[in-house]
């Protein structure tokens, strides 16, 4: 039998890939690897899990079983790859050797850790898959009180869903505004507002230093002296794309596994595409772009190679106590903001010197002006 194509990850892009590429090609062998269950979910839906009342069972979309039958495909769940071999087309799974005709890295990103002193390491969550998920939820049943670190857009959505959940919610982060790089500071404002009106408390400066149990719960220390009482600690700080394996393979690799515009990395017969990859010199850690590639490389990996390109990717953040969409300007453009309206309600535009439309942010009863506004914003990739 000839090689397959060989997917690392069932994430969003690995399971989108494979669905995309049986639209053009039945018959060739794929083989997904996933060192997770390979359960088919979507990932943003795991900060709105509380507000919906849904346990990680509930977020499943679908058993590997049936992915496996719906894609004909096998799916090897519960499997790290442990190294690739680009010199004779093969990776490795420990000991074993798996051959491959074509390979595509999909396998995300990972949480980024701060070091946090203390003896309550074991109450320190991160949310990054399903299986995370099921832990945290596990834990904090029956519990009350939560510490966030981070107010990206992750640690604002968990902000968001959790205080609906009946949770109260501290977040804790060392920078001035919620949404740092990503969102104009009257918009970020708008934000922090309307979670805090559901009760969510920030202290945004200050670091944790460190987490003692203390009692039948925990006690954090913030750098600037103050101390929080709560039953568990999320980290939201940030994800940094998987790019060791690649690198010790010797494909390029610069925040994320380079990849061309055909989601080529710098070895033949090797893809990349979703969370772990950089793409012309783009990681975007979003749906909308791996949802792009995955029908761009489907086309190449069944024989007509084809390039991807991005078009204006605006961002809906999930915090629907303040509705949020952002669309950042594009890499190296500069341009002036001008914000209007007030209160929980935002318009905050980037235009460039002749007035056109580089990025946005749009808060509460503004997001009604995005479909019209996306029409006017530059592609990312052309
Ligand atoms: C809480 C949360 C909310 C989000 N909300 C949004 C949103 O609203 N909108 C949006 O656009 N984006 C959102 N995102 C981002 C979005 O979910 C991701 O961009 C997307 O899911 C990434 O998919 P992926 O398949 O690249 O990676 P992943 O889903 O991380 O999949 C990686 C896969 O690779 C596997 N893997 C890793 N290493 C190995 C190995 N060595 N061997 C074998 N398998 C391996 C893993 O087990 C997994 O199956 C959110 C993310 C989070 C965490």
């Not at 990776?91 to 890295?105: H, K, P, Q």
């Not at 559901?198 to 149990?213: C, D, E, K, T």
Request: glycine share 10%.
């Amino acid at each position: 039998m000839s090689a397959p194509v060989v997917i690392v990850g069932t994430g969003l892009a690995g399971y989108n890939l494979a669905r995309e590429f049986r639209k053009l090609d039945s018959s060739t062998p794929l083989l997904l690897i996933s060192a997770d269950d390979g359960r088919s979910y979507s990932k943003p839906m795991l900060s709105t899990g509380f507000g919906k009342h849904k346990d990680a069972d509930g977020l499943s979309m679908a058993e590997p079983g049936a992915m496996a039958e719906q894609l004909n495909a096998e799916i090897r769940t519960h499997t790290r790859i442990s190294g690739i071999d680009p010199g004779h087309q093969r990776l490795w799974i420990g000991e074993e050797a798996v051959a491959y005709r074509d390979l595509v890295l999909a396998w995300g990103a990972e949480v980024i850790r701060v070091p946090v002193a203390g003896d309550a390491e074991d109450a320190i969550f991160s949310i990054n898959d399903l299986e995370d998920y099921a832990r945290f939820r596990a834990a904090a049943a029956g519990k009350r009180r939560v510490l966030l670190l981070g107010a990206g857009l992750i640690g604002c959505e968990f902000a968001n869903d959790l205080s609906v959940g009946g949770y109260q919610v501290e977040l804790v982060a060392p920078c001035e505004q919620v949404m740092p790089g990503l969102l104009h500071p009257a918009a970020a404002a708008a934000v922090q507002a309307g979670l805090e009106s559901l009760g969510a408390r920030f202290y945004l400066g200050p670091v944790l230093s460190s987490v003692q149990h203390q009692g039948d719960g925990l006690l954090a220390q913030l750098s600037d002296g103050s101390e929080i009482a709560c039953d568990l600690v999320v980290s939201a700080v940030g994800l940094r794309p998987r790019i060791e394996l690649a690198a010790a393979a010797g494909l390029a690799v610069n925040r994320g596994v380079v990849v061309d515009r055909q989601l080529r990395t710098s070895h033949a017969n090797i893809y990349a595409l979703g969370d772990c990859a950089e793409v012309d010199g783009l990681n975007l850690l979003y749906v909308m772009p791996l949802m792009s590639c995955a029908r761009a490389l489907a086309q190449t990996l069944a024989g007509k190679p084809t390039q991807v390109s991005y078009g204006p990717m605006p961002v809906t953040v999930k915090t629907p106590v303040c509705p949020l969409v952002v669309s950042p300007p594009p890499r190296g453009r500069q341009g002036e903001w001008t914000v209007e309206g007030s209160g929980s309600d935002i318009k905050a535009l980037c235009r460039d010197a002749e007035g056109n439309l580089l990025g946005y942010a749009l808060t509460g009863a503004a997001v009604q002006e995005k479909l019209a506004l996306n029409k006017q914003l530059p592609p990312l990739l052309a």
